[in-house]
């Protein structure tokens, strides 16, 4: 997930999808607003990515 595409960019996050909400303050802190990421041919290679799909995340490891 990542910011709205018109604010300035903070980066990209792997969201967890039972991700919970930390309900701490109901005072807007300007924080990120997550929104879905999708993949865009030509910044991607399509294929395999797909016009429009939403990126999920992966992780990697070294088994070696």
Known sequence: MGEYHSHQGKGYVCMDRNAKA???????????????????????????YVEGAELVCVVCSNTT
């Open 22 to 48: 930390l309900h701490s303050s109901f005072t807007d802190l300007n924080g990120a607003l997550f929104c879905s990421v999708e993949g865009r041919c030509g910044t991607l290679k399509c294929p395999p």
